[in-house]
């Protein structure tokens, strides 16, 4: 403003004639004033500015003061938050833990006082065992009393007998189990040719009876080492697991697998129990995958069967190509291939089939290449011929026929199908294949050791069997024949008659039943033989 009016000024004093250079001074004048306003215009601007700015940096730490503050406060109620919630958590597992400890010591109670009671009935037991024993040792003393009486008596009797009959006890005694020992003879031989009449007349029921007899005797040892077998557990609390609540998952199990699972009083340790090999092999390796998962229940039981089962098809297939392949023998049907490999699983004495069946076809091969024959097909016969077995629960009949008919399904040849019917005789054989299987299978399976038994322990079975033998009356030699299936005796016919030697016959084969332990059957063959000698002159 100051400029402008010194510059009005100016002008008018141009208008009236004014002196230039109090112009040119009014006019610098005029500049410095404007200069020096203008400078104290922007300083006191200035100053308002700063001052504002002062006013909103105050401002702005007020704020940053109080949200520090309130941040300082929400982490302080966040940290007393998840405080709380530890201090819950904790306390919620220690209730656990008391729950638990509270649970095991009742348990640990529960089984001392189970402990007790045992111990109260054996000690019961125990003196009701004493009592007993008191009352048989009375009663041997008793017995011994009246034995003596008895002994006397029979002495008296004896002298009497003596007096009256002129004969002293030795030549009584000779003289009336002679007449005795003949009169029974031919009662007994004339009983066991009407019992044999019978017999023949009733085939089928005599043949039910032998065999189910046979099966009573050898099923128990042979039954048990094939059927069962254990599982091992981590520990004692897998057993409760394996249960489950009410017995779900053991009977989830079971019926998965078709195979029995008893769980007892054995540490550690479940018992499988099945007539099916393979059965039993995918329950055991079922039971051991459910433990090391950890998961155990219906669902996850039927999913890790279902699993197990598809591998044991595959494991049993890779068996069955193992075993044609290291015998040398091609182009077998996926079926028959399958039927061998389940023969991994079964046993016979002891015996793998399996392996057996390898060796046989080997032993087969050796034999048909030194009688100079078909060396490929006598292989095929071998590793074939228990087939049959596999299958043997699944249709009725002898195992050959049924692993002829099986292999005759698949397109076997017409003489693999009778060298497999015939390795037991169960059919004519039409070849020399089929002689052949029936030795290679006698060889494989009678030879010491093929049967879980030593040399050593095989040779003494067949000298004690021709020991017992020769312990009768009559006997001239005696011969165990067919690895130890077959007891041949020859008897003196001067002193054994023919009914004596049928008579024979059964009393040696029920003392071989009584003195020795031999698998399968023995055959006893007593021969009496008459001859005839004339010279001519």
Do not use: C, W
């Not at 200035?46 to 003061?65: F, N, P």
């Amino acid at each position: 403003m100051v400029v402008f009016a010194a510059a009005g000024i100016v002008a008018q004093g141009n208008g009236a004639g004014t002196d230039p250079a109090l112009l040119v001074l009014v006019g610098a004048v005029a500049v410095v004033l404007g200069v020096f306003i203008g400078l104290a215009i922007q300083r006191r601007l200035t100053r308002q500015r700063i001052g504002s700015a002062k006013v909103q940096a105050d401002e702005l730490v007020q704020r940053a003061i109080k949200e520090a503050e309130e941040e300082r406060k929400r982490r302080s109620l966040e940290l007393k938050d998840e405080e709380l919630r530890v201090r819950a958590e904790f306390e919620q597992e220690t209730r656990d833990t008391r729950k638990e400890l509270r649970r095991l010591e009742q348990r640990i109670q529960q089984r001392d006082e189970n402990l007790d009671r045992k111990v109260a009935l054996i000690d019961k037991k125990e003196e009701e065992l004493i009592g007993r024993e008191k009352s048989v040792d009375k009663k041997a003393k008793e017995l011994d009393r009246k034995d003596r009486k008895l002994s006397q008596l029979i002495e008296d009797e004896n002298r009497q007998l003596q007096r009256i009959s002129g004969m002293n006890r030795h030549e009584a005694r000779e003289q009336l189990l002679n007449r005795m020992e003949d009169e029974v003879t031919k009662e007994a031989a004339g009983l066991i040719r009407r019992i044999e009449g019978e017999a023949r007349e009733t085939a089928d029921k005599s043949a039910k009876k032998i065999i189910g007899d046979a099966l009573q005797r050898i099923a128990s040892d042979y039954v048990a080492e094939v059927t069962v077998s254990s599982v091992s557990l981590p520990n004692d609390e897998m057993k409760g697991r394996i249960i489950g609540r009410e017995g779900r998952n053991i009977r989830a199990l079971e019926a998965a697998t078709g195979i029995d699972i008893i769980i007892d009083d054995t540490p550690e340790a479940v018992i499988l129990s099945g007539f099916d090999p393979v059965r039993k092999e995918i329950a055991r390796l079922a039971l051991e995958r459910l433990m090391l998962d950890g998961r155990i229940h219906p669902a996850r039981i039927e999913e890790v069967v279902a699993k197990v089962r598809k591998e044991m098809e595959q494991t049993i297939k890779e068996a069955g190509e193992e075993a044609a392949f290291e015998v040398g023998v091609h182009g077998l049907h996926p079926e028959l291939i399958k039927a061998l490999g389940r023969l991994r699983f079964r046993y016979s004495y002891g015996q793998n089939v399996l392996r057996h069946s390898i060796e046989v076809a080997h032993v087969m091969g050796m034999m048909a290449a030194e009688l100079d024959v078909d060396v490929p097909l006598a292989k095929r016969i071998g590793v074939l011929h228990d087939v049959g077995k596999a299958l043997s629960h699944e249709v009725e009949g002898p195992h050959a026929l049924i692993g002829a008919e099986f292999a005759k399904r698949y397109r076997e040849s017409a003489t693999v199908v009778n060298g497999i019917a015939a390795h037991h005789l169960d059919e004519e054989p039409k070849s020399i294949l089929a002689v052949l299987s029936q030795a290679a299978d006698s060889l494989s399976a009678a030879r010491p050791g093929a049967r879980s038994e030593t040399l050593s322990i095989y040779i003494k079975r067949l000298e004690k069997l021709e020991e017992v033998a020769k312990s009768f009356r009559g006997i001239e030699k005696a011969y165990a024949m067919q690895a130890g299936r077959e007891i041949r005796v020859l008897v003196e016919p001067d002193r054994v008659n023919d009914d004596e030697a049928l008579v024979l016959a059964r009393k040696l084969s029920k003392k071989i039943e009584g003195e020795l332990e031999y698998p399968g059957q023995i055959k006893v063959t007593v021969i009496r033989e008459t001859r005839a000698i004339e010279f001519a002159r």
